[in-house]
């Protein structure tokens, strides 16, 4: 393709303006934008059309290329980011290589933002144009780098995103890695006991999944794993797993761990009951939980040995730390959420009977801290009172979180269908109990939720006061009793005050420790701080890394389903580069002109991208690693002698431009 | 008989994308649709939360990538009236409607819809707009191929005169064909439709016509849409005091659609938003019972629009009465001040329709539904596309309302599904 005869011929340009159905052409005069390209020596068709990215407008330039009336394009329209492929694609079809198109953006550059300006709208249009067609006439066929890519992804962690990708691309024949933090897979939803809208166990819905994972040899589990270093990218990640012995050594049986849990003199507080019990050194979060061996607590552990006396043989305390390094063709990121917690005093969070609505979940669990029982000195609660949007929707300026942790602006999403779900069990089984609900808005959006949750809440005589984004609830605990005081919206701003023996505090959902992994791949982060996609719509799951992609509520709040298929979307993306075995990069990488190049070395001293720059020995020369190379430009700038480019965007194509935009 | 290893069956988002994935990995796609385009619901909409881009540019691109890909094939025009397992395998049967254009030779050059001298009301511009009998379906349609209404042509002969191509493309005794093929592996994405406008009587009666439907205003608002600009129906004034009705047809147990919707919140801020654009001095209210903006960015863009000075009042919209000058009375019940009935005007009111089933995929296929027809999820907690049979999947709305970002994400779920039963359970 790169020596087609087509492209050795004087540049003949086809110039397309789009219409963009309005967006671009209520505002520019398309038509002046086309009469003026047809001006420039070289364009040798220019006109209009209402989308060019439809297929009539596509098919307009594929015609054009075929009939040989044009040999470069230019298509003033949308952002590149949006219809660059789509158009290299129509020039692919009509056999010009993909690289002699120009996108020029006059949609987000002219008319969105010059809306009241129209003459000056399409004066710049016309510029921005102008200097699109001289960089075109410039452009030289490049092909784009194929490298292979190994036909393994490594997964990073197994809360249900990360079981359902794991077990979806295993099914479909890679090998996975599936990498946990913690001794155990189920993430945080192991700790809810019935999951909205069927009521299930998640342990049990866990446990399904924990069969997919060990029944399939292409997965190789590695827990108390975490990443350490990550270098390289799509196609071959090479990734340090910094793996922790689990202390346990073999299988041990009920008995055996009790015994040793049993003769552990450490109680630490239980993470996996929401800290509302205490558990030893030696743990297991519950019954079934998987890999079914139990786990030392590092962090915890006074190396005593009593564990190990009372089970020989089984357990070695010696911490042993292994570095292994592991490499993949993709990488899927499934590291979930924490709970939002609390600080100190927010909503009375400190007090007796002021708990948060994962504690509650965990108390209302038949195997859990109160073996499902929700009392306060032995006896039944009469009322409880639930506050929505803790750590969610929270506004600058009414809510300050202090310098120790960032607002929270986003819905948690969850919330509302689990405390209706939690109040409603708390009908049920303490008959006459007075249920409160001081919301905002009640989001039971999903299936069965309004029905199964608010309509039976509601009904079941609960009672709902309204707060203001800008009037929070106020929180006192006055002997024994919680008092929450707030202007209530749905009585035209009455004051209110309740009296109540439970506070549930419904926290939402933060970004989970995405800060560790965002940064060893240099991934960007959402507003929110949750991992960002590269486009809602047009690439969900995909990061602005290559090869990485995100699954479940390290991206944002979801529950279990919406994770899951997300997942499963993350899932199939990777499993079309690994199926093919190849992926192609684009060949915007930096060239070094070796009969200038004096091998100064500053290149090498500017480049981010480990070794994408770097000196050959032998010739004295800087060389590229194309594959490592990351078209960031910065030897370009400080190379004295002026010997590098980056292909695609060599200096003097920019000057072109620049001249052109100038011009009188 | 042709056999594919996923026949797809509705080409909207959700099942453009589903063929996409599936043909990316290799595997060969029988995408049905049964209008006369692909793109079900999502390319009539004007821009899309959260973002604000314009539909058509997003969508425009998946159409093109579907029928463009060397692992579909589309049929449209074309339902699929039953899918029957046959061991591991299934049997789809397929009715393909008389276009009474020949897809082979029409070119899409609409010579024949400029001569056609009947103008009808155009569905894809939800009855806001007309277009010819013989028409293409619209500008960025795929396929660019002409299709003719029998009910509104007059049978006078123009278009076939007109028509350039040799033989000639109309064909006015073409008849339905019934066709079978074979498939591995089956994803129902068949989508939704919205209640009909009068579906709540208290709403409408009959004769109003400054109450129009969401779907109407997206098209309003649409760039590409009928007028431009958003303009009153009864007499094509700008309008200057704009309501917004959420809940319209959801969330209410007397209509029969007590679920919520779950997208109306959205797309009626993003309307709103879009229309204090366009008329920077129009009033603008949303009446609502609950706003329910739960997805990534979804509540930060609720704030902008109430920072832009859109008006969101908590009220329960009891009636609503046009009167001879299309100005529209409502009685509502203010939920936030004393609760009792008060009266308010508006020049143009938008409802937000309830989201139901657009096909009946359990007669379709014996997978189970809800009472409503939408699909169930059996495995819904971890494996959300699996349906009660094992090699039928689904993607979108056709398993309950949901928006964009939602459904894309199933589509991908679904197309791993399918890729993994056509590997293990029927055979690649
Ligand atoms: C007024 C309005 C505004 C909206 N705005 C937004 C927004 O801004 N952002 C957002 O994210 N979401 C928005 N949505 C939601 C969005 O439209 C849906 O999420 C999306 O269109 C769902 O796609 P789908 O493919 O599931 O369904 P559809 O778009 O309905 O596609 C289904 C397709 O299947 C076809 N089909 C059905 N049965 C058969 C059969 N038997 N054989 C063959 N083909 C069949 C149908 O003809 C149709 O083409 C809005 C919805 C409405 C009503």
Redesign the interface.
Known sequence: MTDSPITKESPKVGVYVCH????IS?IIDVKRVAEEMEKIPGVALSTDY??M????G?QKIKDAIKDGRINRVVVAA?SPR??E??FR?ALT?AGLNPYLLEQVNIREQASWVHKTDHKGATEKAIRLTRGAVEKVKLAKPLDMIEIKSLPSAIVIGAG?AG??TAS?LA???SSVYLLEKTPFTGGNAVKIDK?Y??E?D?KE??G??NIEIESNNNIKLLTCAEVSDATGGIGNFKVTVKQVSRGVVAMMSEKEFEDAARACPVEVDDEYNCSLSKRKAIYMPYKNAYPALPAIDWANCTLCGKCAEAVKGKIDLVKKVENTAIESGVVVVATGYEHYVPAQAEYGYGAKNVITLPQLIRMMDKTGPTGGKIEINGKKIKSAGFIHCVGS?E?DGVKRPGPERPLN???S?VCCTAILQAARELQENNKGIDIYSFYQ???????????KYY?KVSAGGAVFF?YGPSELPQVSVENGGINVKMKD?????EKIEVTVDLLVLATGMVPGDPGAIADKFKMPK???R?LQEV????R??ETAIGGIFLAGTC???FD???A??????????A??IL??GSVQLEPYVAVVAKEKCKCHGECVKVCPAKGAIYIDEAEQKAEVNQMLCISCGNCVAVCPERAIDVQGYEISRFESIVDEIVRE | MKKYHTVVIGAGIAGMETAI?LG???YKVLLVEKEASIGGNMIALSK?F??L??S???T??K???A??HDNIEIMTYTKAISVIKEGPEFNVKLNKKPRYVDEKTCI?CKKCEEVCPVYAKHEFERETGSRKAICIPY??A???IAVLDPDTCMQCGKCYDACPTEPKSIVFDQEAVELEVKASSVVMSTGFTLTAKDRKKEYINGSEKNIITAFQMERLL???GPF?SVMRPSDGKAPENVAFVLCAHS?DRSIGV???S?VCCMYSIKQAMLLSGALPLCDITLYYM???????????FY?NAEAMGIKFI?AKVAKMSEDKDGIVEMKIEE?????APVSVKHDLVIMANGILPGAEPGKMASINTDEYGFIS?EK??????ATNIDGIYFSGTAA?PKD???T??????????A??YI??GAGK
């Open positions: 963009c159905g309005g967006n209520d209402i989308f990215c439809s297929d009539p596509q949308c949006l219809h492929l789509t694609r079809v249900p079981l359902r979806d099914s479909g024949g999951l809208p069927t299930e998640a819905i866990v399904k999944m929707r506004i602006a986003h819905c999403r808005d009640i989001r039971t959006y999903g299936r069965d939720a309004e029905l309509d309204r919206l749905l009585t035209a701003g959402s507003v929110d949750f486009h809602p719509k047009l969900p799951v991206q944002a709040p279990m389903t919406e899951t298929a997300v997942a499963g979307a993350a899932a199939v993306k499993a079309a199926e093919s | 994935n990316n990995q290799g899309v959260p973002t881009d314009c058509s540019c997003i425009t691109p159409m093109s990538e029928s463009h899409g500008t960025t795929i396929p660019q649409a760039p590409s431009g969330r007590p679920y919520c779950r609950d706003i329910r903006a739960f997805g990534k960015g979804y509540e930060q704030r908590k939920i936030e001040s004393t609760g999820q819904m907690k971890y494996d959300p596309t309950g964009i970002v939602d894309i994400a199933e589509a991908g779920a679904a197309a791993m599904k890729a993994n590997t293990h």
